[in-house]
C-alpha cells in the first residue's frame, strides 16, 4: 500500500503522559500536513510542512504539541503533559503541489483518548 | 475570512433515490472546493475537485458536484443512492493560491434498504 500511513492507530494514555504519533506520507509527496479532528466536527488544520521545514502552525497548537519532519521524509507529532481535551483524531495528509491544485491524501488517523 | 457551511448534519434517502449534500463557502477569491468521504475507521477519501475548470465536476462513484459562483454553493449529488454511499462527506474550501484546507462540520449520509 502506498498511501499515507500512521502509527499507532490507537492510543489510550494517562493524563500528564506524554505522546508521539507518526506519519509517513507518500513517497514523492513534499508537503505534510497534521490535522485534529473531534466528535461532529470536521479537521481543523494544526501545522504545515513543506519538505523539512515547518512553515505554520495553527493557534490551537500549544506550546505542549511539536511536530518534526527530519529530512523531509516522515512526521512526528509530540503532545507532552496530555490533557482530557486532547482527546481526539489525528490526522496526517500529504500532497504535490501541481499546478495551481494542491490535492491532499489523508491516512487513517491515531485516535488518543486522553483518562 | 474563508468559511464553508454544510447545511445538513444528517441526510436520510432510501437506496436507489437521489443524494444532495449541500454546502456553500466564503472566500475572498476563487478557491478550490473539494469533497471528501470519511467511512468509518477508513482515512478521509477525495470524491471530486474543483479548480476554475469546467463548473460541472465529476467525481468517483457516480457523484458529481456543480459549482455555483452567483450563489457560492456547491453541492454534491448522486442520481442513485447506494447502501456503500453511507458515510460521513466533508465540502473543503482552499483558497486560491494557498495550501490551506478549511473543512466543513460534515454531513452524515443514511442510505435506508
Known amino acids: 500500500d502506498t498511501g499515507v500511513s500512521q502509527n499507532p492507530r490507537h492510543k489510550i494514555t494517562k493524563r500528564g503522559q506524554n505522546v508521539t504519533f507518526r506519519c509517513d506520507p507518500i513517497?514523492?509527496?513534499?508537503?505534510l500536513y497534521w490535522y485534529r479532528q473531534t466528535l461532529g466536527q470536521g479537521p481543523e488544520f494544526l501545522t504545515y510542512f513543506q519538505n523539512e521545514a515547518q512553515l505554520e502552525k495553527s493557534r490551537l497548537l500549544s506550546d505542549r504539541f511539536s511536530a518534526e519532519r527530519p529530512k523531509g521524509s516522515f512526521s512526528t507529532l509530540e503532545i507532552q503533559r496530555t490533557e482530557q481535551g486532547d482527546s481526539a483524531m489525528y490526522l496526517c495528509?500529504?500532497?504535490?503541489?501541481?499546478?495551481?491544485?494542491?490535492?491532499?491524501?489523508f491516512g487513517p488517523g491515531t485516535r488518543l483518548t486522553v483518562t | 475570512a474563508q468559511s464553508v457551511t454544510q447545511l445538513d448534519s444528517h441526510v436520510s434517502v432510501s437506496e436507489g433515490t437521489p443524494v444532495l449534500l449541500r454546502c456553500n463557502y466564503s472566500s475572498s477569491y476563487s478557491p478550490s472546493l473539494f469533497w471528501y468521504v470519511q467511512h468509518p475507521n477508513k482515512g478521509l477519501q477525495l470524491l471530486l475537485k474543483?479548480?476554475?475548470?469546467?463548473?460541472l465536476v465529476k467525481g468517483i462513484n457516480g457523484f458529481e458536484a456543480e459549482f455555483k459562483k452567483s450563489e457560492t454553493s456547491f453541492h454534491l449529488t448522486k442520481p442513485s443512492a447506494h447502501m456503500s454511499d453511507a458515510a460521513e462527506y466533508f465540502c473543503v474550501v482552499s483558497p486560491s493560491g494557498t495550501y490551506k484546507y478549511i473543512f466543513g462540520t460534515g454531513t452524515r449520509l443514511k442510505v435506508l434498504a
Open positions: 474543483y479548480t476554475s475548470a469546467a463548473t
Open positions: 513517497s514523492e509527496h513534499n508537503r
Open positions: 495528509a500529504s500532497s504535490f503541489l501541481a499546478g495551481d491544485t494542491d490535492e491532499q491524501y
